[in-house]
């Protein structure tokens, strides 16, 4: 559903995950894996796809780097979902494609904010964002982005106003549990309030919960409770 929201309509997704994503929404498909399936020379010249939705590492993403290297070294990422606390990117490739009707893909006010932030202009970035997240207020990669660039710019109580924000459309989601307790934490060195070391602490518990796997957190969560 959060994808439908952060693409145009006429998107054609991709890729390994593609037909798990498009499930939910009125996105368009093309079913193609890469790795186990032969190459195909024109596949990009004969199928309008415009986004791919891949591993951020492994032997997919690997074997269509080796197979269209001229669309993937300029694919532009859009966003990154986790689906069973799997990694998966979204990377635009209608600009590299070569196909006519992709390449007249019309970018969402989501990917032009995004475009804005590669190119190092955050503030227009931030006007678009927030005029996104008014008409799409249930949604997931707006809030999160915008935490990101609020966090980057040390502004820690606006990425947590943000962030909250895009755990209630995704309560689930371990990343931004453990995004926002690295919030609280940079805000408890800040200021030195052990609230918010405690808040950083019930996050991080969260996060563990939904993802018991990750042991660098679980590392990082001892030193901050102290055992």
Same mark, same amino acid.
Do not use: C
């Given at each position: ?14 890729g ?10 009125q ?19 004969k ?10 590492r492994g032997g ?9 290297p ?9 966003a ?6 799997f ?33 190092g202009?955050i ?7 927030n ?11 707006? *809030? @999160?982005?915008?935490a &990101?660039?609020? +966090?980057?710019?040390?502004?820690? !109580?606006?990425?947590?106003?943000? /962030? $909250? ?6 309560p ?10 690295t919030?609280?934490l940079?805000? *408890? @060195?800040?200021?030195? &309030?052990?609230a +918010?070391?405690?808040l950083?602490? !019930?996050?991080?518990?969260?996060? /563990? $919960?939904l993802?018991p ?12 409770r102290?055992?």
């Amino acid at each position: 559903r959060d994808l439908e929201k952060i693409l145009s309509s006429e998107a054609t997704i991709s890729g390994p995950y593609a037909q798990t994503l498009v499930s939910d929404n009125q996105l368009k498909l093309v079913l193609r894996m890469f790795a186990g399936w032969p190459p195909e020379p024109e596949l990009f010249q004969k199928y309008p796809i415009t986004h791919l939705a891949m591993e951020v590492r492994g032997g997919q993403k690997d074997q269509a780097f080796k197979d269209y290297p001229e669309v993937m070294k300029n694919a532009r990422l859009v966003a990154i979902y986790y689906l069973r606390n799997f990694p998966v990117e979204i990377l635009r490739v209608a600009e590299s494609s070569g196909n006519p009707p992709a390449k007249n893909y019309k970018l969402s006010d989501f990917e032009r904010a995004k475009l804005l932030m590669d190119e190092g202009q955050i503030d227009s970035a931030l006007v678009l964002l927030n005029l996104f997240v008014s008409q799409n207020p249930q949604n997931l990669s707006g *809030y @999160i982005t915008l935490a &990101d660039i609020y +966090f980057n710019r040390q502004n820690f !109580e606006k990425a947590a106003f943000f /962030l $909250k924000k895009a755990i209630r459309f995704d309560p689930t989601n371990f990343s931004t549990h453990e995004f926002l307790g690295t919030i609280y934490l940079n805000s *408890y @060195i800040e200021k030195g &309030d052990d609230a +918010f070391r405690l808040l950083a602490i !019930e996050e991080w518990e969260k996060a /563990l $919960k939904l993802f018991p796997q990750n042991t660098d957190l679980s590392d990082q969560l001892k030193i901050i409770r102290g055992y």
